[in-house]
């Protein structure tokens, strides 16, 4: 999940779908909100407790 703090709240950017082993990565184009304060990556649990739940972002880029 993507997430930015804009005026004091953390507003939902992006969430993926569930994604496991094996799957191949998937590319995402998210336009910042004007006044955004800060950028949160999160991973969560996928919905079925959090055993080995883990995310890789890996070569993310930022681009105007």
Not at 7 to 26: C, E, F, H
Not at 40 to 58: C, E, F, P, V, Y
């Amino acid at each position: 999940m993507v997430e930015g703090l804009v005026g004091g709240q953390w507003t939902p950017l992006y969430k993926s779908p569930v994604m496991r082993g094996g799957d191949n990565a998937i590319a995402i184009d998210i336009k910042f909100p004007t006044g955004m304060e800060q950028l949160r990556l999160k991973t969560t649990d996928g919905g079925n407790d959090a055993n080995s739940d883990h995310a890789t972002w890996a070569d993310a880029k930022f681009t105007e």
